[in-house]
């Protein structure tokens, strides 16, 4: 399959080490310190990430995988898709696609014709998503493209039928409210009237499960996390000595979010050599690397509305840990 490019500058940029320079600027020198999501996942990153998502503590992949299983054909049959023509299925970040074949095989049944546009910006995720798309739905027409969708929001051409957006995998929750909302409009422009969104978020549930699956038994997470540092050795020359250095996670209440940091175990200097930084870290002092928001029914109500989409159903799992919400345009 041909893939569509768009450059991208912010989201994981296309072209990673001028970012990555610029965010290590920017993150840290200031106080506190910071750095971005996105720098998380390189190829070794995005390799724990997948490790992530099947421990037992980190229950997000497999209780939305659940709620698929169970409702993907009345979640197709509420978007109120006329059959007669095609379904149009978007998926923003859609990595790997493990769990949008669940979706696309419910609408193969439902509707014969179905296009699966899939953007991410890893063409070798894309290149995954399509091969096991292509294996699970072969009726599906397979039209993917490469894209920073915070930078640059696909454009969708004009379309005889229904197009189903899909936002999963609770990644809006990585990014700050305002930046969800802007994500939110922006794929709102480019959807007409009878066109929806099916948005996966995890919900806000006791502190202790929350902590466990940000910070596992196996050690995977704090690995995950490490690796950034790793990472910052590899591409910009930096010596972070990682065994100076431990994985946090925290649960900040006010903001409803969990948050990652990397905690300096001493007093100790790095030195940044490409990025022309010599620092100084204070023991305890922290590098806050990533944000993960958790909802309620409300604050995800709001930010959709917020965004100018309208509610229609939510469905979620027996516990409520997660919820999978379709919005009309
Ligand atoms: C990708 N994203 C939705 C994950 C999350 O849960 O926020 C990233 C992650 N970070 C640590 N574990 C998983």
Redesign the pocket.
Same mark, same amino acid.
């Given at each position: 399959t041909d893939l569509r490019i768009i450059e991208s500058n912010s989201l994981a940029p296309l072209d990673s080490r001028e970012a990555l320079i610029g965010e290590v600027l920017r993150g840290l020198r200031k106080r506190p310190r910071s750095l971005v999501?996105w720098m998380?996942y390189d190829c070794e990153g995005s390799r724990l990430?997948e490790c992530?998502t099947t421990l037992p503590e !980190?229950y997000?992949t497999r209780t939305e995988r659940g709620i698929l299983a169970r409702h993907a054909e009345a979640i197709v049959t509420a978007t109120g898709a006329d059959y007669s023509r095609p379904l149009r299925l978007l998926e923003l970040g859609a990595g790997t696609a493990a769990k949008t074949g669940i979706l696309l095989s419910a609408a193969i049944r439902l509707c014969g014709q179905v296009v699966y546009f899939p953007v991410d910006v890893s063409s070798d995720a894309l290149e995954a998503a399509c091969d096991s798309i292509g294996c699970m739905c072969p009726g599906v027409r397979l039209e993917p493209m490469v894209a920073n969708y915070v930078t640059h929001p696909p454009r969708l051409e004009r379309f005889n039928g229904t197009t189903l957006a899909m936002y999963i995998?609770? %990644?809006i929750?990585?990014f700050p409210p305002a930046e969800a909302r802007t994500i939110l409009r922006n794929l709102r422009s480019q959807l007409r009237a009878g066109d929806a969104l099916l948005l996966g978020t995890?919900l806000v549930k006791d502190e202790a499960t929350l902590l466990r699956? !940000?910070d596992d038994e196996a050690g995977v997470?704090a690995a995950?996390?490490l690796n950034l540092l790793h990472r910052l050795n590899r591409e910009l020359g930096a010596n972070f000595d990682t065994g100076c250095f431990r994985h946090r996670a925290r649960w900040n209440g006010r903001a409803s979010r969990?948050e990652?940091h990397l905690e300096s175990t001493c007093d100790q200097s790095v030195e940044i050599p490409d990025a022309g930084l010599s620092l100084r870290f204070a023991a305890l002092e922290t590098i806050h690397t990533?944000s %993960?928001y958790k909802f309620t029914q409300e604050t995800l109500d709001s930010l959709l509305e917020d965004a100018g989409f309208t509610v229609d159903r939510t469905w979620t799992d027996p516990r409520q840990w997660y919820a999978l919400t379709l919005a009309g345009v």
């Open positions: 999501p998380l990430f992530i !980190y997000p995998g609770s %990644s929750g990585n995890d699956a !940000y997470t995950f996390n969990i990652m990533e %993960s």
